[in-house]
């Protein structure tokens, strides 16, 4: 599937948008986000506090017990500041 | 049904002209209220500001917003204009337009529109100073998010 990261989640870890591969095991967006955050340092930087994360599964807003089995794209990012 | 126009750009917008495209050839329309959002220059100290925006979920979120303005209110026209990129101060930033018979259903439908699109909307705000240095991005305000709840515990 392909992660896409916006605002500091992206500066964080350094990309816009790449493709990853979790393991089965990996079912939630919770899952997903303690998955990346151990991918290095700046993916943990991103999620430190995965009270600050908010992520869209296709571009729809999804919380952490969504099921991620059939995503294309997972994105996340901070609470929003538009308007 | 009504249908909304939803636009995500990078140009600006003439607030006056898309109020105009609400209410022309129509003799139905009692009450239009337009609410501007324009970039402040913080007490002189910001240069500009850079919204970044989730192409795509962008127009899907506000279009799903304001299908749901026009869901609890009998609206005659809505339009939403949200802009990305760099905004300098006193640009506008975003634009919601409603035209309805009254205007309370226009007054309620554009402050809910807005409550919702600083909430839902994927739309991130970061600072340039005007001393060159990076002032961050904008963290969000629990006062937004409390303005977007009270619409999901009192509808009307």
């Given at each position: 599937m392909k992660a896409v990261y916006f605002a500091w989640v992206r500066e964080r870890i350094g990309r816009a948008e790449e493709e990853i591969s979790p393991p089965r095991?990996?079912?939630?967006v919770r899952q997903l986000v303690d998955w990346l955050a151990a991918r290095g340092e700046g993916y943990a930087a991103a999620f430190?506090?995965?009270?600050t994360i908010r992520a869209a599964i296709d571009k729809t807003h999804a919380g952490p017990?969504?099921?991620?089995?059939?995503?294309r794209e997972v994105a996340f990012f901070p609470p929003m500041t538009g308007g | 049904m009504t249908s909304p126009t939803v636009r995500v750009q990078a140009e600006g917008f003439d607030p006056a002209k898309e109020e105009a495209l609400l209410t022309?050839?129509?003799?139905?329309?009692g009450a239009v209220v337009a609410f501007t959002g324009l970039c402040r220059d913080e007490d002189g100290s910001l240069v500009a500001l850079e919204l970044e925006h989730y192409p795509g979920m962008a127009e899907d979120e506000i279009s799903r917003v304001a299908q749901e303005a026009l869901s609890r209110w009998p609206l005659i026209g809505l339009t939403v204009i949200h802009r990305h990129g760099l905004i300098r101060p006193g640009e506008p930033i975003v634009l919601v337009v409603t035209a309805a018979r009254h205007r309370g259903e226009a007054f309620a439908a554009a402050e809910f529109m807005m409550d919702y699109l600083k909430t839902r909307a994927p739309f991130w705000k970061k600072e340039r100073r005007i001393d060159g240095s990076d002032g961050g991005w904008v963290a969000a305000k629990k006062e937004d998010d409390a303005a977007a709840a009270r619409w999901s515990s009192d509808p009307e």
């Amino acid at each position: 599937m392909k992660a896409v990261y916006f605002a500091w989640v992206r500066e964080r870890i350094g990309r816009a948008e790449e493709e990853i591969s979790p393991p089965r095991e990996v079912e939630t967006v919770r899952q997903l986000v303690d998955w990346l955050a151990a991918r290095g340092e700046g993916y943990a930087a991103a999620f430190a506090n995965p009270k600050t994360i908010r992520a869209a599964i296709d571009k729809t807003h999804a919380g952490p017990d969504a099921p991620i089995a059939s995503a294309r794209e997972v994105a996340f990012f901070p609470p929003m500041t538009g308007g | 049904m009504t249908s909304p126009t939803v636009r995500v750009q990078a140009e600006g917008f003439d607030p006056a002209k898309e109020e105009a495209l609400l209410t022309q050839g129509r003799r139905d329309v009692g009450a239009v209220v337009a609410f501007t959002g324009l970039c402040r220059d913080e007490d002189g100290s910001l240069v500009a500001l850079e919204l970044e925006h989730y192409p795509g979920m962008a127009e899907d979120e506000i279009s799903r917003v304001a299908q749901e303005a026009l869901s609890r209110w009998p609206l005659i026209g809505l339009t939403v204009i949200h802009r990305h990129g760099l905004i300098r101060p006193g640009e506008p930033i975003v634009l919601v337009v409603t035209a309805a018979r009254h205007r309370g259903e226009a007054f309620a439908a554009a402050e809910f529109m807005m409550d919702y699109l600083k909430t839902r909307a994927p739309f991130w705000k970061k600072e340039r100073r005007i001393d060159g240095s990076d002032g961050g991005w904008v963290a969000a305000k629990k006062e937004d998010d409390a303005a977007a709840a009270r619409w999901s515990s009192d509808p009307e």
